[in-house]
Each structure stands twice: as structure tokens, then as C-alpha cells.
């Protein structure tokens, strides 16, 4: 998990990598940040021998940031049954245009994400539905292939314990996922932008799945619907509805967690982020996120 030595220079750029590790395992990169500073305040906390003593400060490093997630987890579901509405994981932006966007100054967390397919906001979706432990052993083993025996030190348990629970999750992630392919999304998100432009519910209904599901997350912040839209035809309807009371809103393509995806603006600041999951040229889910505590990475966009 890492290499021997505890200078400064080293144990900074382990940043980037316990980043990636704590947006994966929490779904926030304010938490994922939050936990990252407290695993090096730890890591600081340490008597200088102590901190001589360990040969691999990444693997100490990423060993506490897991647990501290793993904690986080624990007391999540707690806090999510306070939280309004439905409860989704942060969008992140293409790194390139969050790069324009940023300007000078220190580079904000997100720009440190490496978006791959396990940020993948269905997948994001899919851990949401794990226990901490079996979140935690998944994106360790599956994601990043750390060994069973070290996931045993951050979880507490066997590595046979551990890898029965990666085993358990992959199970979870292949039933809630089908075998779905991402050729030809730009072009279904395109045509849906297009017939929400032009308020045309037929040509939405024939780009929607009759069971397609849209969950929308205002965090109690701002107005959207508090429970999923479900079927086609009622989400259209909905969508037309939407277009209706916001004028001024200006629909933009942008790469969403790595995936083709949407993007609402009202003067050039964005108010929402939708992610699609397209599954056989139409769309199956839709998670529209429009609480601004996490519209945070996409501020100050412009067209």
C-alpha cells in the first residue's frame, strides 16, 4: 500500500490517493476530505519514533482513512433517516472543466478524483445499499485490490470474514446491475435534452423505459420532489412540468462521474446535475441532484 519513508513530500502526495479511497467508501467529497484531514492529523499526532517505526506511512495512512470512513458509515444511516427527501451521492464534474473553472488557488478534492467506472453514479447508488463493512471491503478489494489481509486490519476481521463480505457485495452490484453498456448514451442524453427543450412529451416517453425510475435530492434546501418519479410516461410529464415553471434554465451536456450526462444552469450558476443509467437506448434511472452543499465542484460554471 505504499512505499518506506516518512518524509513531508511523501506522505502529501498520499492525499490524492486516500481522496479517491474515502469518495468511493462515503459518496461525499466533503466527508471524503473531512476524513482524509483527520487521518493525517492522526498521522501528525504521532510521537516522531512512532512515526520512524512504521514502514509504510501509505499503508498506515489508508488503513486509518478506512476506518474513519467505516465509522462514518456507521453513523450514516442514522443521519440520512433525518435528511429530507432522498439522499444521493455528490456529482462530480470532468476534471478538465472543473480545471477551467477552478481558477487559482488550492485544487478543490474533487479535481483529485480519478473518474473511472467505479464512480459510476449507479454504482455509487448500488453502495448505498451496502452494510459499512461490506461497502468497505468491496471498494478495497475490487477497487483498489488491496489484499484480504490488510482489508482484515482495517475491518477488524478474518480475511476469510472479509472476503466473504466482497463476495457478498459484488453479489448485491451484479443483481441491481445488468449487464449495461455505455455505447450510445451521449446520444440518448442528447435526445433527451432536446425533447425537454422543446417540451415534446412523446419523443421523452420513447426515449424513457416504461419502468424508469427518477429520484431527486434537494437535501431539504430546495424544491424537488421528496420521493422517486416513477414510469416513463408520469417522468416526462414531470420533466414538461419542470421546464414550465423554471424559465431561464439552460440544459448543457457534461460529463457527470465520468458518464455522459446533464447539466441545469440559471445565470451561469448551476442548480442541478442529472446522471443517467441508459440500459438498450433508453433511460432506466435518472438521479437529479439539486441540493447546493453538493453543486459545490460545479460552481461558477459557465456555458
Known amino acids: ?36 484531514q483527520a487521518a493525517y492529523a492522526r498521522w501528525y499526532g504521532l510521537p516522531r519514533g512512532r512515526r520512524e517505526e512504521i514502514l509504510s506511512p501509505g499503508a ?3 488503513t486509518v482513512t478506512s476506518r474513519i470512513c467505516l465509522d462514518l458509515l456507521g453513523s450514516a444511516r442514522a443521519r440520512r433517516e433525518r435528511y429530507v427527501g432522498a439522499w444521493l451521492p455528490e456529482p462530480l464534474p470532468d476534471r478538465a472543466e472543473w480545471g477551467q473553472a477552478g481558477g487559482p488557488g488550492p485544487a478543490d478534492p474533487a479535481d483529485q478524483i480519478v473518474l473511472d467506472e467505479s464512480v459510476d453514479m449507479a454504482l455509487l447508488v448500488v453502495l448505498e445499499t451496502m452494510t459499512p463493512a461490506e461497502r468497505v ?16 486490519d482495517v475491518l477488524g476481521r478474518t480475511p476469510a470474514a472479509c472476503k466473504q463480505l466482497a463476495a457478498s457485495a459484488r453479489r448485491r452490484v451484479s443483481v441491481a446491475r445488468p449487464a449495461v453498456t455505455a455505447t450510445g448514451q451521449a446520444d440518448v442524453v442528447r435526445g433527451v435534452k432536446e425533447a425537454w427543450e422543446s417540451k415534446d412529451i412523446p419523443a421523452l416517453v420513447g426515449l424513457l423505459n416504461p419502468a424508469a425510475v427518477m429520484t431527486a435530492d434537494g437535501g431539504g ?3 424537488t420532489v421528496l420521493r422517486p418519479v416513477e ?73
Open 231 to 303: 414510469g416513463g410516461a408520469r417522468i416526462a410529464q414531470y420533466m414538461v412540468a419542470i421546464a414550465d415553471k423554471a424559465p431561464g434554465l439552460e440544459l448543457l451536456e457534461r460529463m457527470v462521474n465520468g458518464t455522459p450526462g446533464l447539466v441545469a444552469q440559471r445565470a451561469g450558476a448551476v442548480v442541478t446535475v442529472a446522471s443517467f443509467d441508459v440500459f438498450d437506448e433508453r433511460v432506466s434511472r435518472i438521479w437529479v441532484v439539486r441540493n447546493p452543499e453538493k453543486l459545490r465542484p460545479w460552481g461558477g460554471r459557465s456555458g
Open 221 to 223: 434546501v430546495v424544491g
Open 60 to 62: 498506515w495512512l489508508t
Open 1 to 36: 500500500m505504499g512505499t518506506v519513508g516518512t518524509g513531508a513530500e511523501e506522505i502529501g502526495g498520499e492525499r490524492r490517493h486516500l481522496i479517491n479511497v474515502a469518495y468511493r467508501l462515503l459518496g461525499s467529497v466533503t466527508e471524503a476530505e473531512d476524513a482524509v
Open 137 to 152: 471491503a468491496f471498494v478495497l478489494h475490487e477497487v483498489f485490490r488491496y489484499p484480504y489481509a490488510e482489508i482484515a
